[in-house]
Structure formats: structure tokens, C-alpha cells
């Protein structure tokens, strides 16, 4: 298994047959009942054991998006309805279970889904630590603060993982106009074990790395001028497309997240270590006193699910084996590298992404897409390039799991693992 994010975009290929559920609908939707959770995994789970996830809940507090039980249901239901018209069928959303019984959104599951005919499920995890009097209330969090909703997607990532099954989790707000299901199986991203989407700019190929920023925000200016003799990557780094050169660390987005299920089910892979990771730090955090900023408000990105997937993502990021030892250098723009001073900029980025680590060289390599097999088709493709400035390139880092010795910036148990594996 292996690990990470940032891929483009695309019509993917491969055909979308198969992409429908392989039985109908369990009766009994308790995910936190693990018969119930099997049942629903094998019926709503295709023949190749993919299942598509999206979350639905009642939301509240200052950092939440207010939907209505209405508007979320709206968003739910067009998402289905757009996957179906692409031919993926095999889909579950899930709701969060407030264990409030008088709460009018306590199950949005049983109270407005199955009712539309939509098959769902539902899960309470970590309900009980921010329920009125419970510690995570001083974090500011509460049933339904929109962390307990992604929450429960990543549990559900790692314990469907665990046993066996592919997860493609999706935020309702996507559009997708294409089957993401057989774009994920198709080149340039069918040898990755994870993928996200992200929050920073693309890599791309260009000139200099320190050319001006391309998004609208000016952080992580990922430009790769490509420079395969530097890398001297193996065959195992180019079965990824042609590798060629460091990439900033990117800022990863959870609102399109794609795992795959290790080999063998009830093994732990490293992909399913990002999620199940992020889940037993934010439940320890929870239960323990807030954060304070610098004026003394309480800070609750540590308990938020996407700065904590990025933290556990940047945590497990290494550098891939086989790649030169000329060519692990920092990206002139890598504000996760250590040896140089950072610009305003870089610095209030860093501040932002409390996670980074302070490394030696950038652990993230930028591939081109392959045209032909070989080593030598990826260098003669790469010097036919001639100031290809925007190509799209995917941004990718291979996983290690944490040891006692890496920089875990955790709060909880390190994890020893020998394995390491590339993601995308």
C-alpha cells in the first residue's frame, strides 16, 4: 500500500461496466454494529469490492456551511443522480447518527433518505466526547459541527479498507462529467494505492521553479523545470510515469479521496494508516484540553479531519528509494525543506500548514504521463521537451509508516512498519 495526493484532471479511460452494487439494500444500516457494517460493504459494494461514499448531516457553529435537512438532500441526491448517468451505482451515503433522539436531524438516514428510496447508512463515532458536559465541547465542537460529519468519513475509509474494500470518498458539491471509477483505473493513476485532489496550484512543467504564482492565492508554486539526469530515478520510480523532478508539498483537498483496499482484506495497508491515523488523533486531542491561538481563542484546526489527513500524510511522506542521492534537493518553493530562509510568503504558508515538517529535501516527486514503456522512451520524451511550460504533471510521494524516530508532531502511539509504497 502507499500513499498521498495531487493528480489532474481529465476524461480517464477504461470502461465503467461493473460499477453497480452487488446486492440490494440492508434492512439494518448501524455501522458501528461491524454484522451491519459487513452486510452493507457486500451489498453495496461492486464486484471488484469499489464503493462510492458521500456524507450527509446537520450542520451548526461559526466554520460550519449551514444546510438545510432540504439543501443537503438536494446535494445528495444530485450527486447520485450524476454518478448514475455515468454508470456508477455502487454507492452508499452514509449520515451521521447524533445519538440526540429529540435532535430533528439526529438520523438523517432513516429520517430522509430511506424515505426518498436512497439506500444509506449511518454512524454516531465520537458522539459521546462532544456531547453537552463532554471534553471536545471545549474545543468548540459539537454534534453537529461539520468535523463530526468528516469524521465518520474517515473511520469508514479505514475500517472499509481494513476489510477488503476500495473507497472513493466525494463531497456532494462535486461535478463530475465523467466515470471517476474508470478514470482511477486508467493511466496515469491506476499504480497509485491513494489519491486526493488539491488545495494548492498544479505541478506543472515550466522554466524555473521560481516563477510567478498561478493561483488566485499565490501559495505552493509548483513548477518543475524537469530534470531527469539529476533524479537517475529506477525503474520502480518511472513505473509511475516519468519521474522528473521535486515537487513543493502539496496541500491536499478530502473532498475527492480514492484508496485502495490492500491485497489481502484484514491487513493494514499504508494508505489505510493515513485515515485510521487521523481518526485515533483527533478522538485523543478531543479528549483532551483546546488549542489556543496567540490571542487566546481556542484553535481547533488540530481536531479539523483535513488538516489532521494532511498532517498524518505529511508525517508518513518519504522520498522514493530510488531516487539519486543528487537528486533529493528542495524545490526553490518547498516551505516543508529546511535548509534556506523562507520569503513572507512561504513563511505565512508554513504558519498556516502548522503540520510541516522541517526536512533536508522535498519528499514529493512531480511524473509526466508515459508514452512508451522504458527508461530510455522517458528520457527521449524528456528532452524533446522544449520549454513545455503548463504541462500537467502528478504530484506523488511514497509512505513509510511512522516510527519512534521520525518527527510524528502526535499525540499517540508511534507505529513501526518496514514497508514503504508509492502514491499518487
Given at each position: 500500500?502507499?500513499?498521498?495526493?495531487?493528480?489532474?484532471?481529465?476524461?480517464?479511460?477504461?470502461?465503467?461496466?461493473?460499477?453497480?452494487?452487488?446486492?440490494?439494500?440492508?434492512?439494518?444500516?448501524?455501522?458501528?454494529?461491524?454484522?451491519?457494517?459487513?452486510?452493507?460493504?457486500?451489498?453495496?459494494a461492486s464486484?471488484?469490492?469499489?464503493?462510492?461514499?458521500?456524507?450527509?448531516?446537520?450542520?451548526?457553529?461559526?466554520?460550519?456551511i449551514?444546510?438545510?435537512?432540504?439543501?443537503?438532500?438536494?446535494?445528495?441526491?444530485?450527486l447520485?443522480?450524476t454518478?448514475?448517468?455515468v454508470?456508477?451505482?455502487?454507492?452508499?451515503?452514509?449520515?451521521?447518527?447524533l445519538?440526540?433522539?429529540?435532535?430533528?436531524?439526529?438520523?438523517?438516514?432513516?429520517?430522509?433518505?430511506?424515505?426518498?428510496?436512497?439506500?444509506?447508512?449511518?454512524?454516531?463515532?465520537?458522539?459521546?466526547?462532544?456531547?453537552?458536559?463532554?471534553?471536545?465541547?471545549?474545543?468548540?465542537?459539537?454534534?453537529?459541527?461539520?468535523?463530526?460529519?468528516?469524521?465518520?468519513?474517515?473511520w469508514?475509509?479505514?475500517?472499509?479498507?481494513?476489510?477488503?474494500?476500495?473507497?472513493?470518498?466525494?463531497?456532494?458539491?462535486?461535478?463530475?462529467?465523467?466515470?471517476?471509477?474508470?478514470?482511477?483505473?486508467?493511466?496515469?493513476?491506476?499504480?497509485?494505492?491513494?489519491?486526493?485532489?488539491?488545495?494548492?496550484?498544479?505541478?506543472?512543467?515550466?522554466?524555473?521553479?521560481?516563477?510567478?504564482?498561478?493561483?488566485?492565492?499565490?501559495q505552493?508554486v509548483?513548477v518543475?523545470?524537469c530534470?531527469r539526469?539529476?533524479?537517475?530515478?529506477?525503474?520502480?520510480?518511472?513505473?509511475?510515469?516519468?519521474?522528473?523532478?521535486?515537487?513543493?508539498?502539496?496541500?491536499?483537498?478530502?473532498?475527492?479521496?480514492?484508496v485502495?483496499?490492500?491485497?489481502?482484506?484484514?491487513?493494514?495497508s499504508?494508505?489505510?494508516?493515513?485515515?485510521?491515523?487521523?481518526?485515533?488523533?483527533?478522538?485523543h486531542?478531543?479528549?483532551?484540553?483546546?488549542?489556543?491561538?496567540?490571542k487566546?481563542?481556542?484553535?481547533?484546526?488540530?481536531v479539523?479531519?483535513?488538516?489532521v489527513?494532511?498532517?498524518v500524510?505529511?508525517?508518513?511522506?518519504?522520498?522514493?528509494?530510488?531516487?539519486?542521492?543528487?537528486?533529493?534537493?528542495?524545490?526553490?518553493?518547498?516551505?516543508?525543506?529546511?535548509?534556506?530562509?523562507?520569503?513572507?510568503?512561504?513563511?505565512?504558508?508554513?504558519?498556516?500548514?502548522?503540520?510541516?515538517?522541517?526536512?533536508?529535501?522535498?519528499?514529493?516527486?512531480?511524473t509526466?504521463?508515459?508514452?512508451?514503456?522504458?527508461?530510455?522512451?522517458?528520457?527521449?520524451?524528456?528532452?524533446?521537451?522544449?520549454?513545455?511550460?503548463?504541462?500537467?504533471?502528478?504530484?506523488?510521494?511514497?509512505?513509510v509508516?511512522?516510527?519512534?524516530?521520525?518527527?510524528?508532531?502526535?499525540?499517540?502511539?508511534?507505529?513501526?512498519?518496514?514497508a514503504?509504497?508509492a502514491?499518487?
Open positions: 500500500g502507499g500513499g498521498g495526493g495531487g493528480g489532474g484532471g481529465g476524461s480517464g479511460g477504461g470502461g465503467g461496466g461493473g460499477d453497480s452494487p452487488s446486492g440490494g439494500c440492508p434492512q439494518e444500516a448501524n455501522l458501528e454494529e461491524p454484522q451491519q457494517f459487513d452486510a452493507m460493504l457486500a451489498a453495496r464486484a471488484r469490492k469499489d464503493v462510492v461514499i458521500t456524507i450527509l448531516g446537520p450542520t451548526s457553529g461559526t466554520r460550519a449551514k444546510m438545510e435537512e432540504e439543501v443537503g438532500e438536494a446535494f445528495v441526491l444530485n447520485l443522480s454518478l448514475a448517468s454508470g456508477v451505482t455502487n454507492t452508499l451515503p452514509i449520515t451521521t447518527h445519538k440526540l433522539p429529540s435532535h430533528p436531524g439526529n438520523n438523517l438516514c432513516l429520517s430522509r433518505l430511506r424515505p426518498r428510496g436512497v439506500c444509506c447508512a449511518y454512524s454516531g463515532v465520537g458522539m459521546g466526547v462532544v456531547h453537552q458536559g463532554a471534553p471536545g465541547r471545549a474545543w468548540t465542537v459539537e454534534e453537529t459541527h461539520p468535523y463530526m460529519l468528516f469524521l465518520q468519513r474517515w469508514l475509509t479505514g475500517q472499509a479498507v481494513w476489510r477488503g474494500y476500495s473507497v472513493l470518498s466525494l463531497d456532494t458539491d462535486l461535478h463530475l462529467s465523467t466515470n471517476p471509477l474508470a478514470m482511477l483505473r486508467a493511466p496515469p493513476y491506476s499504480t497509485f494505492d491513494a489519491l486526493m485532489q488539491l488545495d494548492s496550484a498544479w505541478a506543472v512543467q515550466g522554466d524555473s521553479e521560481g516563477q510567478v504564482p498561478t493561483d488566485e492565492r499565490g505552493h509548483n518543475v523545470p530534470r539526469r539529476l533524479l537517475a530515478p529506477s525503474a520502480a520510480v518511472d513505473a509511475h510515469g516519468c519521474a522528473c523532478g521535486a515537487v513543493p508539498a502539496p496541500l491536499l483537498n478530502t473532498g475527492f479521496v480514492y485502495r483496499a490492500a491485497a489481502a482484506a484484514g491487513a493494514t499504508l494508505p489505510q494508516l493515513i485515515f485510521n491515523r487521523s481518526v485515533a488523533k483527533i478522538m486531542r478531543l479528549a483532551r484540553p483546546p488549542n489556543h491561538d496567540a487566546g481563542a481556542v484553535d481547533p484546526h488540530a479539523w479531519a483535513q488538516d489527513v494532511n498532517e500524510a505529511s508525517e508518513m511522506a518519504s522520498v522514493h528509494p530510488g531516487v539519486s542521492a543528487a537528486g533529493r534537493r528542495c524545490h526553490t518553493r518547498d516551505s516543508a525543506c529546511s535548509p534556506r530562509p523562507l520569503s513572507a510568503q512561504d513563511a505565512r504558508d508554513a504558519k498556516r500548514r502548522w503540520w510541516l515538517p522541517r526536512l533536508p529535501h522535498s519528499v514529493w516527486l512531480a509526466h504521463r508515459r508514452t512508451a514503456a522504458g527508461a530510455e522512451a522517458c528520457d527521449a520524451a524528456d528532452a524533446s521537451r522544449r520549454a513545455p511550460n503548463d504541462l500537467q504533471l502528478v504530484a506523488w510521494t511514497s509512505l509508516a511512522p516510527t519512534a524516530a521520525a518527527p510524528t508532531r502526535a499525540d499517540g502511539a508511534a507505529l513501526r512498519a518496514a514503504t509504497a502514491g499518487a
